[in-house]
């Protein structure tokens, strides 16, 4: 085999390798714990970590956090947004662990 032939396939395996690592990405849905107006939330495309801060609602006592991450990850969506109500358990965000 030539050089040429041999890049060619060693790009041809790196490709292989990245497309089925990004494919084996799991998106993992982010639920609300607590119902309220939504005062603050992450943005897409932040990389956060488990316990990191996703949505805050206001509360009597003033903003409480009401989603929370669950995994490590990049978060790909965020499905309210500031002023909207949101219910205990309703889906929030998205986090793609990259695993």
């Not at 690592?21 to 309220?36: C, D, H, M, R």
Request: aromatic share 2%; charged share 15%.
């Amino acid at each position: 085999m030539n050089k040429k032939m041999i890049m060619t396939s060693l790009l041809a395996i790196v490709g292989a390798l990245f497309v089925v690592t990004v494919s084996l990405a799991a998106p993992i849905t982010q639920n609300s714990v607590l119902g309220g107006v939504v005062v603050d939330t992450v943005a897409v495309g932040t990389q956060v970590k488990e316990g990191d801060s996703l949505l805050s609602v206001e509360t009597i006592g003033g903003p409480m956090v009401a989603a929370r991450a669950t995994v490590n990850g990049t978060v790909t969506s965020v499905t309210v947004e500031k002023g909207a109500k949101v219910n205990v358990g309703q889906a929030v965000a998205v986090i793609n662990d990259g695993k």
